[in-house]
């Protein structure tokens, strides 16, 4: 059965350091999505992409967050310059329509900032 | 903006019926959806409501009543592997296709 994969599993920052947390969708869907997750809080929407281009984005997507489908099959998530607030569980999503009733989720990263 | 609520806990043992109620407030209402999250995994999709009535799939069963802005999430002869979090999660036609999640609902199996 066809998945989404993430990776790093756990990434370990500086406060201040760039990370990239990297994503491969399910091969056939077209509408991706990163949420995170704040330990043992609820999974917060940050951002949607479809066709090249954001198509939401919540508030928690600041100037400091980025995404890019730098080729065919990869999605990433850019944060510039990390704070300590960032720490969470970091959740790549795709699904094939834009009905958004079914997201698949990936394995998610967590992103530890010191 | 949207908004849920789920109970925090409920505690059931094996074989039983348990309920998991979810009301939200959204202004362009378009679905209801239900995750479950085992501890330390991805949310995994269970069940999607976008008209009024029951949909089965299984054990598990969803209810949607859009005039009541009320869900629920039926899970059926219970077993120790349900024990998990469970999140009603709605979509707004006014946000595109963003998910917003309730709180959860951590849900613990007894033998």
């Known amino acids: 059965e066809p998945e989404v994969t993430q990776t790093p599993s756990h990434q370990v920052t500086q406060m201040g350091q760039e990370v990239i947390l990297r994503c491969v969708p399910i091969?056939?869907?077209?509408?991706f999505y990163w949420y995170r997750q704040i330990l043992g809080q609820k999974v917060e929407f940050l951002v949607s992409?479809?066709?090249?281009?954001?198509?939401?984005k919540s508030e928690i997507f600041d100037d400091q967050f980025s995404v890019e489908r730098p080729d065919g099959s990869n999605f990433t998530l850019k944060i510039r310059s990390t704070k300590l607030e960032d720490s969470a569980m970091y959740f790549c999503?795709?699904?094939?329509?834009?009905?958004?009733?079914?997201?698949?989720f990936g394995p998610g990263t967590r992103l530890t900032v010191t | 903006g949207q908004s849920l609520e789920q109970p925090s806990e409920v505690t059931a043992v094996e074989g039983a019926i348990v309920q998991i109620n979810c009301t939200y407030q959204?202004?362009?209402?378009?679905?209801l959806s239900w995750y479950q999250q085992h501890d330390g995994g991805a949310p995994t999709f269970l069940s999607y409501?976008?008209?009024?009535g029951l949909e089965e799939t299984g054990r598990f069963s969803s209810f949607l009543s859009r005039s009541d802005s009320y869900g629920y999430l039926l899970l059926q002869e219970l077993q120790m592997k349900d024990s998990a979090s469970y999140f009603c999660?709605?979509?707004?036609?006014?946000?595109?296709?963003?998910?917003?999640f309730g709180g959860g609902t951590r849900l613990m199996v007894k033998p």
């Open positions: 999503a795709s699904s094939r329509t834009g009905q958004g009733s079914e997201q698949y």
């Open positions: 409501n976008g008209l009024d």
């Open positions: 091969s056939n869907h077209l509408y």
């Open positions: 992409f479809y066709n090249n281009e954001i198509s939401e």
């Open positions: 959204t202004s362009g209402f378009y679905g």
């Open positions: 999660a709605v979509r707004d036609r006014n946000a595109g296709n963003m998910l917003t």
